[in-house]
């Protein structure tokens, strides 16, 4: 089981809740940290944009990426959301097996 930790950032905080509870009651995701008041600074359709958003810190595991992937574009609002995973290298192995855990493909 490879961790993942992935990056979403959101518009607002109410988008942020609605697709991190949904990540984890879809088993998709073992925990994620919403991170308030973010400012972001890119460039768009040409121009240079800022936003204030809140970042997801999505604890996850590889298997389940493209899944989430899938699920995180039905939800969230932006024509082309930041979807970015990390691998975890390391960390506290009874954290990292709690991941995987909490990820496992159900037949719900």
Known sequence: MQPLLVLCACPTREH????????VEHHLAAC???LPAV??????????ETAEETLL???TRAERLEELKVHVLMLHPYELPEIIAVTI????DRY????????RATDA
């Open 57 to 59: 810190l999505i604890k």
């Open 16 to 23: 942020a809740q609605t697709i991190a509870r949904s990540l």
């Open 96 to 103: 990292l097996q709690w991941i995987g855990d909490e990820t």
């Open 32 to 34: 994620v940290n919403l």
């Open 89 to 92: 290298d390391s960390g506290l």
């Open 39 to 48: 400012q972001s600074i890119y460039r768009w359709q040409g121009g240079i």
